[in-house]
């Protein structure tokens, strides 16, 4: 079935440490692969996507990589800023073109 | 271009009750989304629509109805509502159906039911 796990569902790590989010998803999903951050009382927002033709995209200190035979993909970011700390969204899009979302990952960054 | 608007931007409602919810999309956008998101529970996705028609549907009973309209605004209605129904309602609009396409949420309406 149509179905994507987010691991793990609280992360804290120092203020300029790395913080890695991962997601695995079912058979069948497509070549589309966004995070979207979600700050305390604000609205989702698009940070990141990959689509399957790539096995890795940066963006300053943000990176994602995609490994289609372990169908998981990961959110890698680099020197944490208080400002990152947030919620996170994987989503992967399914053949019917609809996306299933990851059930968020927490984000902590400790001062 | 204005972003997604959703009013109202909140509603408290008591059991039994129905609720209506509107989302205006951005200009140019025809597909819009809707999710259900509670604390814990991440964004639970309620259906999207496309030019006027239900393209996708989420694991939602059939008290929750949505419609959109020739001119993308959409409206999400939920019937005999239950305590369990509390949440924010977020709607998220892009381009075409979607597919590659970045989604742009709305603010969200928080409904709460008593």
């Known amino acids: 079935g149509e179905n994507v796990e987010q691991h793990p569902s609280t992360l804290s790590v120092q203020e300029g440490d790395s913080a890695v989010i991962k997601c695995t998803y079912s058979?069948?999903?497509?070549?589309?692969f966004p995070w979207y951050k979600q700050e305390l009382g604000k609205r989702p927002q698009l940070i990141i996507d990959i689509r399957s033709n790539v096995g890795e995209k940066k963006d300053q200190r943000i990176a994602v990589t995609l490994n289609k035979t372990a169908k998981h993909f990961s959110l890698h970011i680099t020197e944490t800023q208080p400002e990152d700390s947030a919620v996170y969204f994987c989503?992967?899009?399914?053949?019917?073109?609809?996306?299933?979302w990851g059930a968020g990952t927490k984000l902590i960054i400790k001062p | 271009k204005a972003g997604v608007t959703q009013t109202p931007r909140y509603l408290i409602k008591t059991r039994g009750q129905q609720v209506t919810l509107s989302c205006s999309p951005i200009?140019?956008?025809?597909?819009v989304s809707w999710y259900q998101q509670t604390p814990g529970q991440g964004l639970q996705f309620l259906f999207e629509y496309f030019s006027e028609t239900q393209r996708n549907k989420g694991n939602f009973p059939g008290r929750f109805s949505g419609r959109q309209f020739s001119n993308s605004r959409s409206e999400m209605n939920v019937s005999t509502l239950e305590l369990g129904d509390s949440a924010l309602y977020l709607c998220?609009?892009?381009?075409?159906?979607?597919?590659?396409?970045?989604?742009?949420f709305g603010p969200g309406t928080r409904l709460l039911v008593l």
């Open positions: 989503a992967a899009l399914y053949s019917n073109y609809q996306l299933i």
């Open positions: 058979d069948s999903a497509s070549n589309y």
């Open positions: 200009s140019g956008h025809r597909s």
């Open positions: 998220a609009s892009s381009t075409v159906a979607t597919s590659e396409e970045t989604q742009y």
